[in-house]
């Protein structure tokens, strides 16, 4: 029901300058650019959403509000390149649904959000959970406003496809329906250039601008036509062409296949990293390799894509070799920057598979559920310093396709700022002040939660 | 053909590291896969690739290739194995009707084939199902190798499908899956898929095919790989072990112009003759299981029709019963045999199989222009004790050597140490300890095998007593209470040319009296025993020197006494206080019992309670105090120890005799005792060793003396010690000029190892026997022959010299 009045709030708004203070002067702290070197109590000053300057010494406008950051660190905020929170649920039922957006989904009132602020996460991408074949398409989202309209920065940026069996497939079919889709989609596309029969196209917007329903589900009257197994010796397989779904299905891959869109893919096992390289060379898509863990063994294969990598929660691991049960320390920042290959974090903790409901918002606890602490473990284990800082910021930027307007503090970019009490990758600093496109979103000492925690005689 | 290909070039590089390297593999026999041995022959490999293979003398080498001689090895190809289940582990897909499938999809190229690699196969066909009508499309892969490409050796390799039994009756399928359903998406009756029998499979293949025909050139995922067998002339792999199914599918492969691959075959209602042209090769399960016993098993594997299909012309792979037997896969090749030759039944798992599999431009036979994916053998491939020693899948080792810690060593001859001289034996090592010796000895499959064809091993060589380990010379006394073995230094620049002359154990003391131990000399020294034994002297004025020896052992034999006392007595005292708890314990029940009636009976009680005899605590024996400076005398006076005991004339032995032995009652060893040979009758008779100096044979007056010799004849054990650093190095020498002298060998032998160690009952070491040690020294030639050179030296099992 809630989610009924975010669409007709989507619907209504599409106004963006009401967000953000006039004029906005952060001083004296040591501002850490990403783009540049660090400036010892430097002065960024943010107009009208915007980033203006950033600098020494530079003159502060006197209309600005001054907030003082002396002893502090200022740097931009910081990007989760994929996140599967954030939404009523993790994963969609039906294992082909690259029709739906997460749009539909995302519930700005979720703790997912209020986390992120207090972590100085200001740009997500909310990409569907790694459990359906082609998950629904993906978007960018400000971790700040009331309702999904302020939020949103870019949707339908992607889609997830997930290399991990689903159902009761095993892998060879689970790349075979893979495979079958692509096909079938790119066979539409050519057909449809070749006829130059100007179709009309139904596509994810129109169906979201009709407020079709609280949720995916009820999209989902029968549109898994291309799950429906097929008969041997009846090949006949007519019954798609007519089938309105298998339509839609094919409009949204058609996006990914002209490389419009990111195909997240998602890698489970080692072996699953050679076959989406091969999906993307075959059918020359934009892919983003999501990891997991057990995938460190194909690191080879995966420096040589050229593919930007996501890796998953768990960054150390200790495996034992199976004769001589030697245990042995893998550490993959480590690991995968030997290798040539720079990574971004998710801190999505996996779902197993077949878990099909559930939001995937446990409150977060110490340690890898937090985007800092996956690039301070990059840091402990030898990654540069910079480096480390822009695998949260500038670099998911990057690979989402935002660089233009986030990830670093430069002038012009969007202002999402973050002031830390000390060193960002250090344990015992906070974040004091979250700034999402020069609104203050999140203020340490106006932090009920934190306070009742940090309450000396707290029960 | 689109499968595989495109990601193409990703690890070259790894490749490339080795281009330009020739190599060359010199063997006593190579078998090329399809043919006769070559014997004395080599394969030259460059690249990754074979360039040329034949007789030594035949073959022109450049002269900057690295050479292996691989001495009595055998060559083979790469194993080839029919046909696997190692895509998805064999976990078949729901869904009867998957031509789209590929088997290549579900192999994980990361996966641990170590097992199946060491047993030599290298190459191995990957079906996408056994158990439904049409799985999907086979392929063949190797198992090692970064590249991918280069591993993936043919994709599709087949269309597969099952008939015989498996693929009757697949599961329901339930739409959606069986879980939560929504309003919207009821479950719906379950579909039944095809099919029940051998009509209903076989229209519906022919319907299939028909309709994958008409369909051209329209694209269809599911029904273009059907074409496949018709356009691009696929192989059909055909599943044919009912009855009825090879003629069933003989039909349907005229009709429709394929190519058959029959697996398990059934003969019923069909003749090899009739076969040709549709059928091209034939996958034989192997049906045995190696080491199984079990009722559905037949006895022989299906020799007699692999006799037959060869004879047809057909080639014949093999397929194990299960894909844990593939590690055994040249052993089970060796069932078919008598009925095929030897060279044959290794064409069923090399050339053969790749001719059936289609990939025989590539692997299977030793060939110029094949990669060099092959195995070396310790042995001709069917013989009993052949084992895998390396495994190369394109020209890279795959078996990473030293991982394991057994050992087997052969030898021309070995000298146990216990009297025994074994011929063409072998010493089988495990964990730094001798596991077996003799000429018949367990082979354990990841033993890592060594050969000295004309070599001789002996036991590690002892030296009584060096001066070398605590970085100087131990010229002033050293306390009793110091422990020597935990003041060894790490690498003293002895150990190494020491160990180097086959010396494997050492003794190291102060000047007397002073405690021993006992250590090996590899680069951070092992402690044996410490101490090992007790040093006194009996030099100079032997009436002070006397004195002063029976007054030290008066002292330690007090010491040692009063220990005894108290151990004797502990047992004892524990034991009356264990009854006097006991006693107690039993007193406080009965009153606790009691206890109800107390109040009916108060002052009765009281009376009784006071009647009571409380008995009396057992009083603890008096405790000596510990002095560790006198510690090592406990283990003196127990004869756990000897002493050692300095001596030159014969009245200095009969004196150390008289206090040690007759007085004292220790395990007594002389040390030096030129003498000894005067007294060899009483030394015998008393059991007193002796440890001897460096000059065993002395000139003495106008005679000669050979001092061990005499030691020998007499009866006395003996050891000998260099009292040197580095000299050390040169006791096996010394001993070797008293056996010049006369001293038998053999005497010198255990001298140097067994009777030392027993004279310091040194139990873990001396002799090549099973539990002891793994110290032992590969000689050149008998030892003692001067021309003898130390080839290598082991202590504990590892390698200290070679």
């Known amino acids: 029901m809630r989610c009924h009045s975010f669409v007709v709030l989507l619907v209504l708004t599409s106004l963006s300058g009401a967000w953000g203070e006039e004029v906005l002067a952060i001083k004296g702290g040591k501002i850490l650019p990403v783009s540049g070197p660090p400036i010892e109590s430097g002065v ?102 009331q309702f999904l309209n302020e939020m949103l920065l870019k949707r339908d940026i992607g889609m997830k496809i997930s290399l991990r069996p689903t159902g009761d497939r095993n892998r060879m079919g689970q790349v075979a329906a893979i495979r079958r889709e692509l096909d079938a989609a790119r066979e539409a596309m050519t057909e449809r250039s070749r006829t130059s029969q100007a179709q009309p196209q139904p596509t994810p917007d ?38 309105p779904d298998a339509a839609l299905v094919r409009a949204a891959l058609a996006k990914l296949l002209k490389g419009e869109q990111i195909a997240f893919i998602y890698c489970e096992l080692p072996m699953d990293v050679p076959q989406a390289v091969r999906l993307v060379k075959e059918y020359k898509l934009r892919g983003v390799l999501v990891l997991a863990p057990a995938c460190h063994r194909a690191v080879k294969q995966v420096a040589a894509s050229g593919l930007p990598v996501v890796l998953e929660p768990t960054l150390v691991l200790w495996e034992s070799d199976p004769r001589t049960g030697e245990e042995k320390q893998i550490v993959l920042p480590k690991l995968y920057r030997d290798a040539g290959v720079p990574v971004t974090f ?95 979103v999140y203020e340490r000492h106006n932090d009920r939660k934190i306070k009742a925690l940090l309450k000396p005689d707290a029960e | 053909m689109r499968v595989a290909c495109t990601f193409a070039a990703l690890l070259s590089f790894a490749a490339s590291l080795l281009a330009g390297e020739v190599r060359v593999y010199h063997a006593a026999q190579i078998w090329p896969g399809n043919g006769p041995p070559l014997t004395d022959a080599v394969l030259v490999v460059e690249d990754g690739k074979i360039i040329a293979v034949g007789k030594a003398s035949e073959v022109s080498i450049p002269e900057t290739a690295l050479r292996h001689n691989l001495g009595k090895a055998v060559i083979i190809p790469g194993l080839i194995a029919g046909e696997t289940g190692l895509a998805e582990g064999g976990r078949d897909d729901a869904v009867a009707f998957t031509p789209h499938h590929r088997a290549v999809d579900g192999f994980d190229w990361y ?189 022989r594997p299906p020799a007699d029709l692999a006799r037959q299909l060869l004879v047809a012309g057909l080639p014949v792979a093999l397929k194990p019963v299960q894909d844990a037997d593939l590690k055994d896969l040249l052993y089970l090749a060796g069932q078919f045999r008598p009925q095929l030759s030897e060279v044959e039944a290794l064409r069923l798992v090399t050339a053969d199989a790749a001719a059936v599999l289609g990939v025989a431009n590539r692997v299977g036979t030793l060939a110029a222009g094949r990669d060099a994916d092959f195995v070396v053998l310790s042995g001709p491939p069917f013989a009993v004790p052949t084992r895998v020693r390396q495994v190369y899948v394109d020209g890279e080792p795959v078996i990473s050597a030293g991982e394991s810690k057994r050992r087997l060593l052969r030898a021309g001859r070995i000298f146990t140490g216990t009297g025994e001289a074994l011929s063409d034996a ?66 003293d620049p002895a150990y190494k040319p020491v160990r180097q ?18 250590y090996k000399p590899t680069d951070k020294p092992r402690v044996v025993q410490d101490p090992v034994a007790l040093r006194f002297a009996l030099r100079g004025n032997l009436s002070s020197a006397s004195a002063s020896l029976r007054e030290t052992l008066r002292a330690g034999k007090a010491y040692a006494d009063a220990w005894d006392r108290y151990e004797k007595e502990l047992p004892l005292y524990e034991q009356k206080k264990k009854e006097y708890n006991a006693q107690i314990a039993a007193q406080q029940q009965a009153r606790q019992a009691s206890g109800d009636q107390e109040q009916k009976a108060g002052e009765q009680k009281a009376d009784e309670k006071k009647d009571e005899k409380k008995p009396e605590p057992p ?100 050891g000998f010690q260099s009292q040197a650093g580095l000299g050390s190095r040169l006791l096996p020498g010394a001993v070797g000029y008293a056996v010049h002298r006369g001293l038998a060998p053999q005497d010198g032998l255990h001298g140097l190892s067994v009777q030392a160690a027993r004279l310091l009952g040194l139990d873990q070491v001396g002799t090549l026997t099973a539990g002891k040690d793994a110290d032992l020294v590969v000689l050149s030639g008998s030892p003692f022959d001067p021309a003898t050179r130390v080839l290598a030296v082991m202590i504990d099992g590892e390698w200290v010299h070679e």
């Open chain 1, 44 to 145: 960024v000053v943010i107009r009208n959403g915007k980033i203006e300057a950033v600098g020494k010494d530079l003159a502060i406008p006197p209309d600005a509000r001054v907030l003082d950051a002396t002893g502090k660190v200022v740097m931009p905020g910081l990007i989760e390149v994929h996140s599967s929170r954030g939404m009523d649920q993790t994963n969609e039922t039906n294992p082909i649904v690259p029709f739906l957006s997460v749009v539909d989904a995302i519930d700005p009132s979720q703790d997912y959000f209020e986390e992120c602020r207090r972590q100085g996460i200001t740009t997500a991408a909310i990409v569907p959970g790694n459990n359906t074949i082609f998950g629904g398409q993906a978007a960018i989202v400000r971790t700040a406003g």
């Open chain 1, 206 to 243: 129109a169906k979201g601008g009709n407020g079709s329903g609280p949720g995916p589900l009820a999209e989902s009257d029968d549109e898994d036509t291309q799950q429906r197994r097929p008969r041997p010796g009846g090949g006949d397989q007519a019954g798609q062409e007519t089938n």
């Open chain 1, 346 to 440: 998710t801190v999505t903790p996996t779902q197993p598979a077949g878990a099909g409901r559930g939001s995937g918002s446990q409150p977060p606890i110490l340690g890898t559920n937090f985007l800092w602490f996956q690039a301070a473990t990059a840091l402990k284990y030898g990654t540069p310093y910079d480096e480390a800082l822009r695998s949260i910021t500038l670099r998911p930027a990057e690979v989402l396709g935002i660089a233009d307007s986030r990830g670093s503090l430069e002038p012009g970019k969007a202002a999402d700022v973050v002031i830390l009490s000390g060193d960002p990758l250090k344990l015992d600093t906070w974040v004091e002040t979250t700034i999402i496109d020069g609104r203050v």
């Open chain 2, 111 to 299: 996966g641990d084939y170590a097992a199946v690699l060491a047993g030599g196969v290298t190459t191995v066909q990957v079906s996408p199902g056994s158990r439904r009508l049409v799985p999907g499309q086979g392929a063949v892969v190797k198992l090692h190798g970064a590249d991918l490409d280069r591993r993936t050796l043919k994709a599709p390799e087949s269309l597969r499908i099952v008939l015989g039994e498996a693929y009757k009756n697949p599961p329901r399928i339930y739409e959606p899956p069986v879980g939560a359903v929504s309003v919207e998406r009821p479950l719906l009756p379950s579909q039944p898929q095809l099919a029940g029998s051998l009509a209903a499979a076989v229209a519906g293949l022919r319907s299939a095919f028909v309709a994958a025909k008409s369909r051209r050139p329209q694209s269809d995922p599911i029904l273009d790989p059907l074409a496949l067998p018709m356009t691009e002339k696929l192989r059909v792999r055909v599943s044919a072990s009912g009855p009825g199914d090879v003629p069933a599918m003989l039909t349907v492969a005229k009709e429709f112009d394929l190519r058959l691959t029959l697996v398990e075959p059934n003969l019923s209602g069909t003749k090899v003759a009739e076969w040709k042209p549709h059928v091209e090769g034939v996958v034989l399960s192997i049906g045995i299981r190696p080491g199984m016993i079990g009722d559905g098993l037949p006895p």
């Open chain 2, 426 to 491: 072998a010493v089988l090592i495990d964990h730094g300890k001798i596991r077996a010796v003799g000429r018949e000895v367990a082979l354990p499959p990841d033993a890592v095998v060594q050969e000295f064809p004309d070599a001789v091993i002996v036991p590690g060589f002892i030296d009584l007593g060096v001066t070398f380990g605590v970085g100087g010379s131990l010229s002033s006394a050293v306390p009793l209470q110091t422990r020597l073995g935990e003041r060894l230094v790490i690498g």
């Open chain 2, 501 to 518: 002359a086959g010396v494997t154990t050492v003794l190291l003391s102060g000047p007397a009296p002073a405690a021993v131990v006992a």
């Open chain 2, 619 to 718: 009083r603890p024996p008096e405790r000596p105090q510990a002095n560790p400076a006198l510690e090592p005398y406990r283990a003196l006076f127990s004869r756990r120890i000897p002493a050692l005991v300095e001596v030159q004339r014969e009245d200095a032995i009969r004196l150390a005799i008289a206090i040690c032995r007759e007085e004292f009652d220790l395990k007594l060893v002389l040390v030096g005792a030129e003498d000894a040979p005067r007294v060899g009758k009483l030394l015998a008779e008393k059991a007193v060793g002796v440890v001897l100096r460096p000059q065993l044979v002395r000139a003495s007056e106008r005679d000669e003396i050979n001092v061990p010799m005499e030691l020998s004849l007499s009866g006395v054990a003996f």
